[in-house]
């Protein structure tokens, strides 16, 4: 970009970006069920298999979440890149500069995430071959040992999921970070000021006043159930002179939830009361 003038030429230029390294990885988990218990219970042989797949299909999904949030390549080559590793070191500038410190400096530390799900903010993405989401296949019967070291036979079924995240812009990410637990449950921490902060970090809010229309992609607050039980204390009446309405509920997709400024707040396990503090 440079200041024009008549009669002179312009100066060619091309748009110039960071380079990121996105990586994925996959997890896998190999479900074998005894080939007696399907004899035993011939009619319910879909339901078995029904039963005994969703709690491996768990397993991963709490493992892709916590990917999500936690999992680095540079501490452990098979890990994708979570957003904990782009958004671990305090600082005025860069992903740094999304993050709201909330002063917590022991190890009883836990975090809040407002994310922007698109193609300019945060995306789940897989390796090309392979296929979105947790694939599901049918080993049939295999030989397997017991705890003696003697055969049996099993039916198995084989589970896999390649994913990774890739991240447009930091902007389209702010979090709370460094929230002490035990100092927010007894209601030393001002949760709501450093959600606002948070809240105005998001380029996702610029650009929807912008245009007047929502962000192009869809926007979530993530916590654990510790903060989210604070957000609720703190959201509820208790007094006579307290008229202030903090937390609502908010229709996405004919299903009730609760809500920070619209964004529908996702709570899961797979964010810990026992994060280290970050530093600048």
């Known amino acids: 970009i440079y200041d024009g003038k008549c009669v002179e030429h312009a100066d060619q230029s091309k748009a110039d970006k960071q380079t990121v390294d996105d990586t994925t990885g996959f997890v896998e988990s190999l479900c074998s069920v005894d080939q007696r218990q399907f004899k035993l219970y011939a009619k319910n042989e879909a ?20 990917a999500m949030f936690y999992h680095d390549p540079a501490t452990n080559v098979r890990h994708p890149r979570g957003l904990g590793s782009q958004f671990g070191t305090l600082a005025s500038s860069g992903s740094g500069n999304q993050i709201v410190d909330a002063g917590g400096t022991g190890a009883d530390n836990t975090s809040i995430w407002m994310v922007e799900w698109g193609y300019d903010g945060l995306s789940a993405i897989y390796p090309d071959g392979t296929v979105g989401g947790i694939g599901r296949e049918n080993k ?8 003696a070291g003697n055969p049996y036979f099993v039916e198995e079924e084989l589970f896999t999921s390649h994913i990774g995240f890739s991240l447009g812009d930091w902007q389209r990410v702010s979090c709370v970070r460094n929230i002490d637990v035990s100092e927010l449950m007894a209601g030393n921490v001002d949760i709501y000021k ?16 912008l245009h007047d229309v929502k962000a192009p992609g869809r926007i979530a607050m993530y916590c654990n159930t510790d903060v989210l039980e604070a957000l609720d204390g703190l959201g ?29 707040i996702r709570e899961t396990d797979a964010i810990l009361n026992t994060e280290a503090r970050i530093v600048a």
């Not at 049939?140 to 705890?147: K, S, T, V, W």
């Open 236 to 264: 509820t009446n208790s007094g006579s002179s307290d008229n202030k309405l903090r937390l609502k509920t908010t229709e996405i997709q004919g299903k009730e939830v609760e809500a920070y400024r619209q964004f529908p």
């Open 140 to 147: 049939g019967q295999q030989r397997a040992l017991d705890a």
């Open 194 to 209: 450093h959600l606002r902060k948070a809240y105005y970090k998001l380029k996702s809010r610029r650009v929807n006043k």
């Open 47 to 66: 339901m078995i298999r029904s039963q005994e797949g969703r709690t491996h299909i768990e397993s991963m999904a709490q493992e892709l979440i916590t």
